[in-house]
């Protein structure tokens, strides 16, 4: 964890879930129709007023750097090589709702500009909401993003496209890989699976260990020395800090067969994470950017605590050599600093679910939190 060149260290920032949809739209500079199809919600802007009974009034429009607030200051100091997040939600105007599902999430096409004052290199498209708005949303999605310098991984207008991998150039002439995929345990309906022939998401098959297989011969295929290979993979249910036996065994066979670091995502709050054989995985970054604000039901999981996560990656080798952590709470519909006591619940929570995994987490002056473990 000390000693490494620093040439060869690449800093990367990951978060989960970015819903900048529905409520997070509707404050933004364009908002979209608030119409929505759920079951008991028929319109957006119910977002934004419950959180403003929670927190106090959104000064809407906001600015376009408003929803990232703290963090953006974090990721100056940081100065990641790579901004890559879990965008679930589509980006467009589209009307055509996918019938049956519960929740659909969009943001306007015009308030993708939030996104690009992150300055985010990459968005991983394989989740649950790419496809609320039907598969021309799904295609806007892509158009737009990619219109505004943004790279993109699982999702696309066919499977080739959907399973290639986002290619971002290092300084040096190394790569980050990042490949993405979608678990049906993440609630991903199999009809947006991509084929041939179709547009959807790069959807995990089954068994695992033969989908790993298959990753690993797509790594195989593109990876040269120096590349760094992320698998940006929306896994498991929303709520709970118990990491199933598949989600392990697939996460080490991927490892295994090329893969530098597993970016895992779709829980709603952080969970545990491991370092197998020297490389990260992250089981559950939680959200980064909702509007569950004030919304009760799941109140004991904090999920209004996030964490920006900043691991340092050996290009040669792939292996983990650092890994900061920095707490963060969404108020108002933006990321502001968490007080003494919810940096401490937060701190406690993740130290208890990555002791299993014989990790440590030790609090910094600056408020974040360096991980600690024995080197194999």
Request: proline fraction near 5%; glycine fraction near 10%.
């Amino acid at each position: 964890m000390s000693g490494h060149d620093p040439q060869s260290a690449l800093r990367i920032f990951l978060c989960g879930d970015v819903m900048t949809g529905r409520g997070i739209d509707q404050v933004l500079a364009f908002p979209g129709d608030p119409r929505l199809h759920e079951e008991v919600v028929r319109d957006a802007r119910h977002y934004v007023a419950v959180a403003a009974r929670r927190n106090g009034a959104i000064p809407a429009p906001v600015g376009w750097d408003y929803v990232w607030g703290e963090a953006l200051a974090e990721l100056e100091r940081a100065r990641p090589t790579a901004r890559i997040v879990n965008l679930e939600t589509s980006v467009t105007a589209s009307d055509d709702y996918w019938v049956g599902k519960g929740v659909h999430y969009r943001m306007h096409p015009r308030n993708v500009a939030c996104l690009g004052a992150a300055r985010i290199d990459c968005c991983s498209l394989a989740n649950n909401h790419v496809l609320d708005w039907g598969r021309g949303g799904l295609l806007e999605t892509l158009e737009t993003l990619r219109a505004a310098g943004m790279a993109t991984a699982g999702a696309g207008r066919d499977l080739a496209e959907a399973a290639a991998p986002a290619v971002l150039p290092c300084e040096g002439g190394g790569r980050l890989l990042v490949f993405a995929f979608a678990s049906p345990t993440s609630g991903v309906p199999i009809e947006w699976a991509a084929t041939p022939e179709r547009a959807g998401v790069n959807l995990l098959g089954e068994p695992l260990e033969d989908a790993a297989a298959l990753v690993g011969a797509q790594v195989e295929r593109v990876k040269k020395p120096g590349d760094v290979v992320i698998a940006s993979i929306h896994w498991g249910g929303n709520w709970g800090y118990a990491i199933p036996a598949e989600q392990r065994r697939l996460a080490h066979a991927l490892l295994d067969a090329g893969v530098d670091l597993v970016h895992g995502h779709s829980s709603h709050h952080p969970k545990g994470f491991e370092i197998h054989r020297g490389k990260l995985v992250l089981y559950g970054c939680g959200d980064f950017l909702d509007d569950y604000e004030g919304i009760e039901g799941y109140e004991a999981y904090r999920n209004d605590l996030v964490l920006m996560y900043l691991p340092s990656v050996d290009a040669a080798r792939g292996t983990l050599l650092d890994l900061r952590l920095v707490p963060l709470r969404i108020e108002r519909f933006r990321l502001t600093r968490p007080s003494r006591a919810d940096a401490r619940w937060l701190t406690d929570v993740m130290g208890r679910e990555c002791k299993a995994f014989g990790i440590a987490l030790r609090a910094e002056e600056d408020g974040s939190l360096a991980a600690c473990w024995e080197a194999a």
